[in-house]
Structures are given as structure tokens and as C-alpha cells.
């Protein structure tokens, strides 16, 4: 780098680490100095070797990685986004960048033209039209295709305040007790007044999945969904039901997604058969939420409404529901449609927080930033 291109370039790494400096992160003389090192043998036109070669020796807490994320971001694209929008480079076999994956290829005649033609448009399919297919017009291989998709899905478990608290640099309740041995340690003299705040812990999330019949196109999705759930956060229940509750927490443990929804499955005796949602709804309160799941938790109920039970069971199910926990909110793959509603829609809506669309894995993605809200 001993070219004029060269110091321009050694500028840039400079300010950039000036850059991340004034956004806080600890970032001294002598790590911008192996930032510089590690980048000679590197391509500087290369922004994965520019993003990987920084956060190696730039980083040294995970908690800075939303901050190097961003100023990254805003020096080397010119582009601002939020620390919890910022992931923009993944390992390069990442679902999401196989549509922008581009090859160089060499001449070639028209028959080897026409043979690549159909492996190379698979790898640079559009994942973003794949993202909004409605899961029922999805195919096998669409499907399998989404599934890795989905576990790349981040998701923001919902959380609460306290009543119990911790130390704090500053807040509302002063910290009598540190504040008293703080002075004893001078004497007496006055001390800093010390501060304590509310600790925040996660809210239980219980997820009801319908895996009736007329939410065949849908419940294998959704049931990959609560697995990238309980994977993702730690105070996670699963149910499913048809005509009858199932629990499923314990078979969603399993670390592989495919030995996880297998073991699902045969736990699941009323696979695609019929809905009771009211009667199913009823043995959710009677028999788990007196244990304690779901109090002041957030239910989230995965089902088309299509209730072949009685409506007043439903209605007193949903009504005890929504006064144990925090928040109801239904996934519906019907939701938004335009349609009219079911019956068991009408009688659970008056008694339900949020009602979201679920037909998609845009939809789902936009659920997962939800939470963080209802929390």
C-alpha cells in the first residue's frame, strides 16, 4: 500500500475505525493497525473480506456486533439501518443469497447454454417471490426450500418488567444500600448516590397450532415455525389440536428440524381430521392454564377458525383465556382476505389482542418483529 491508491485505501480503514470509535465501541490505535495487517493479503475490492477482516479484530464483545453492523453499513454502502436490521453478510450458503449469487462464466455454445440453463435457474431463484407464495400454492421442493429459509427467521422474544431489580447506573430508586457502603468506605463522607432498576425477564410464549384438515396446506409451515421458536427463546409451549390438545413441547426439542416435526407428528393422534377449537381451547384453561402456562403470557392461536364445535364453548374458553394472559393474538392464513369471517372467528374476535395474516413467510417474519411489541 505504498501507492497513492494504496494510502487512500489506508484512510478509508482509518476512519473507519475513527467511525467506529464515535459510535463507542472500543476501538484503539493498535487494533486498526492488525485491521490494516489482516487486510494485506486480502482483496480490498472484497466487502466480505472488508466486513470479516474488521469484525475479527475491531470486535471484541458480542453486544458491539449491532453497532459494527450499522456504522459498516453507513461507511462502506452508505447505507443507515438500525442495529436489529443490520445483518448483511452471512455465510455465503445462505438461503438469502442464492437469488443475488452471480457466477462468471466462460463462453459457451448453444447446447451447453441450454444445459446450464435449468441448474443455474434454480440456484438464482427469487426468494423474494418465494417468501410471499401463499404456503398452499407451494410445492414440494418450494416448501423444503422455505424450511431453510425459515431458520435463518430472527425472532425478538417478548419480554417484561420485574417487580425484583439490580443495580442500575442511573434510574428512579435510589440504592440505599450501596449508597451506605459506599460512604462507609470514605468515612462517612458523602458518596456517590446509587441507583437500581427494574430487571426485565422474557414472557412465557405459547403457541396453539391447528392441525385439522382444512388447515392441511398450512400446519406443517406453522409447526416449522414453532420449532425456529422454541429454538430461538427459552420460555416457549406448543400445542396442537384437532379434535382433541396435544402437547408437543417436549418433541420440539430435538436440535434437527426434521427428527423434531417427525416426532411431532407421531405424537399428534388427530392429524388432519376434524376441529373442535372451542373444546380444545377449553382443555388448554382447564388443565394447563391452572398450572400456571400462559399466565400473563402471550397465546398465539395458528387456525383458519373453522370450528365444527359449539360456539358458546368457544366463546367461554376464549373469555377465560384472554383474562389469564397477557396477550391473544390469532394467526389466521384467511386473515386480511376480504372474505367473511367463520363462525368461530365471529365468537373468538371480540376476545382476541392482535389478528394477523399467516398464509406466507412474509407473514411469519413480520409476527416475529411483532413480538418484541407485545411484550
Known amino acids: 500500500m505504498a501507492d497513492a491508491t494504496g494510502t487512500a485505501f489506508l484512510e478509508t480503514l482509518v476512519g473507519f475505525g475513527r467511525a467506529l470509535r464515535a459510535a463507542g465501541l472500543p476501538v484503539g490505535t493498535g487494533d486498526v493497525q492488525t485491521y490494516c495487517a ?47 436490521e443490520a445483518r448483511p453478510f452471512n455465510r455465503p450458503d445462505a438461503p438469502e443469497a442464492w437469488a443475488d449469487l452471480q457466477l462468471p462464466e466462460p463462453e459457451r455454445s448453444g447446447e451447453e447454454r441450454e444445459q446450464q440453463e435449468a441448474p443455474m435457474g434454480l440456484v438464482g431463484s427469487d426468494v423474494a417471490t418465494l417468501r410471499a407464495k ?15 429459509i425459515m431458520r435463518t427467521v430472527r425472532l425478538t422474544p417478548p419480554r417484561r418488567r420485574s417487580r425484583r431489580t439490580a443495580p442500575a447506573v442511573d434510574g428512579r430508586r435510589p440504592d440505599l444500600r450501596r449508597t451506605v457502603r459506599e460512604a462507609l468506605r470514605t468515612h462517612g463522607d458523602p458518596a456517590t448516590l446509587r441507583w437500581r432498576e427494574r430487571r426485565v425477564r422474557p414472557r412465557r410464549l405459547v403457541l396453539v397450532l391447528d392441525v385439522s384438515g382444512s388447515m392441511a396446506d398450512y400446519s406443517r409451515a406453522l409447526l416449522q415455525f414453532a420449532h425456529v421458536t ?3 427463546a427459552r420460555r416457549v409451549e406448543v400445542f396442537c389440536f384437532g379434535t382433541r390438545l396435544t402437547r408437543i413441547t417436549r418433541e420440539l426439542e430435538h436440535r434437527r428440524p426434521d427428527d423434531a416435526l417427525a416426532r411431532a407428528a407421531d405424537a399428534v393422534v388427530d392429524w388432519e381430521g376434524g376441529t373442535r377449537i372451542g373444546a380444545s381451547l377449553d382443555a388448554f384453561v ?17 387456525s383458519d377458525g373453522l370450528d365444527r364445535g359449539d360456539p358458546a364453548l368457544l366463546e367461554s374458553a376464549m373469555r377465560r383465556l384472554a383474562r389469564r394472559c397477557h396477550r391473544v393474538v390469532w394467526l389466521s392464513p384467511h386473515a386480511g382476505s376480504g372474505g367473511p369471517p367463520s363462525l368461530g372467528m365471529t365468537v373468538a374476535t371480540p376476545y382476541v389482542d392482535r389478528l394477523l395474516p399467516a398464509r406466507d413467510l412474509d407473514d411469519l417474519e ?10
Open 38 to 84: 489482516a487486510m494485506e493479503p486480502l482483496d480490498p475490492t472484497d466487502l466480505l473480506d472488508l466486513y470479516w477482516a474488521g469484525r475479527t479484530t475491531l470486535v471484541g464483545r458480542r453486544e458491539h456486533l449491532p453497532v459494527y453492523h450499522r456504522v459498516f453499513r453507513e461507511w462502506f454502502l452508505g447505507v443507515p439501518g438500525e442495529p436489529d
Open 286 to 302: 382447564r388443565e394447563w392454564g391452572r398450572r400456571g402456562i400462559g399466565r400473563g403470557g402471550i397465546v398465539v392461536i395458528c
Open 134 to 148: 401463499s404456503f398452499a400454492d407451494c410445492t414440494p421442493d418450494e416448501l423444503a426450500a422455505l424450511r431453510r
Open 230 to 232: 422454541s429454538r430461538a
Open 366 to 375: 413480520r409476527f416475529a418483529r411483532t413480538l418484541a411489541v407485545l411484550g
